[in-house]
């Protein structure tokens, strides 16, 4: 039996999170001194720079004020209650923002580690991290960009999209893909 590992991304997966992203770009392009239209690339091509830490900071700031006014899906709890394995949240929002969420939210302890953007730069440094830390597991990871699922489709583990904005479920999706047949209210009495 393998020991699974389950990757979830933030948000669009365990909130939706509502940053001002017009003005984050405004500020962004400012910044650089050229238009940026599109986050993922610009971390992934300035990582490291001195442009990355003082863009992460901006925006970090942008990530706390939406924390607020930002909501968690209703089906996290129960999803990372049912889920009898180790657990990673691996985001491209900032490592602050990450883990005041967690901490506001109580589930910092549901996690084994918290990966931010600072440390990685791009999503698929965070599941290169995992894989050589969970060697011989098998990993699942779940986003809701299947952009970023392209990018890992390679590694050697399970690429899962959810489709929150159809509305998909987090604790369906956990249950199929571990097959977890329990019901919930038998959960809560153990
Ligand atoms: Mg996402």
């Known amino acids: 039996m393998w020991e699974q590992v389950l990757v979830l991304d933030f948000d669009g997966v365990i909130v939706k999170l509502n940053v001002e992203w017009p ?11 050229y238009p940026v ?6 971390w992934k091509n300035t990582f490291g720079t001195e442009l990355y830490y003082k863009a992460n900071k ?25 889920f009898n394995g180790t657990t990673y949240l691996a985001s491209m929002q900032s490592q ?5 969420f967690l901490e506001e939210n109580g589930l910092k302890s549901y996690f084994k580690e918290v990966l931010g953007r600072e440390r990685f730069g791009v999503k ?11 060697k011989g597991k098998r990993i699942y990871f779940i986003d809701d960009l299947q952009r970023n699922l392209d990018d890992c489709s390679d590694l050697d583990i ?5 489709k929150r904005w159809e509305g998909e479920s987090l604790l369906q999706k956990i249950k199929e893909i571990f097959e977890i047949r329990k019901t919930s209210a038998f959960l809560g009495l153990l």
């Open 23 to 33: 003005k984050v770009y405004n500020k962004v392009s400012e910044l650089a001194g």
């Open 158 to 162: 399970k690429c899962i999209l959810i």
């Open 37 to 42: 239209t599109d986050l993922i690339t610009f």
């Open 124 to 134: 698929r440094r965070q599941l290169e991290y995992i894989i050589e830390r969970e």
């Open 58 to 82: 901006i925006i970090e700031e942008y990530e706390m004020m939406a924390l607020s006014k930002s909501s968690i899906y209703a089906d996290v709890y129960e999803a990372l209650k049912i």
């Open 96 to 100: 602050k923002v990450l883990e005041s």
